[in-house]
């Protein structure tokens, strides 16, 4: 069975900084794209970054810059190195991951998700 579990969220000044970690298990992982998403009350799940089979990154235009995504295959685990946060990146981040190599944008490729872990970001 393939799990992702979320962690290192938690609450932290603007400016400040947070590294979410996303633990695979259950499969050769190392093959498949993993994505980060976050989602605040009422809205839609919004992409924040992608990183493919190779270690290639994609991010959105409002994180890009001060969020950095990178992948251990030794230890099963993508990270997002979070700096220079802001009071609207608060929100709760799921990392999902793909069936194919790349992790694109749309959330639809997305096939399983983690439960996700909560980020507070305070003015």
């Known amino acids: 069975q393939v799990r992702l579990v979320e962690s290192g969220g938690g609450l932290v000044q603007a400016g400040g900084s947070l590294r979410l970690s996303c633990q695979v298990s259950?499969?050769?992982?190392?093959?498949?794209?993993v994505g980060w998403f976050r989602q605040t009350p009422g809205k839609e799940r919004e992409f924040v970054a992608g990183?493919?089979?190779?270690?290639?990154?994609d991010y959105a235009d409002s994180v890009n810059g001060r969020f950095t995504a990178s992948r251990d295959n030794n230890r099963n685990t993508v990270d997002l190195q979070m700096n220079s946060l802001k009071p609207e990146d608060t929100a709760v981040y799921y990392c999902?991951?793909?069936?194919?190599?790349?992790?694109?944008?749309?959330?639809?490729?997305?096939?399983?998700w983690g439960r996700g872990t909560q980020v507070t970001v305070t003015s």
């Open positions: 990183i493919n089979y190779e270690g290639e990154t």
């Open positions: 999902g991951r793909t069936q194919g190599s790349r992790a694109p944008r749309q959330i639809s490729v997305y096939v399983t």
């Open positions: 259950g499969l050769t992982w190392n093959i498949y794209g």
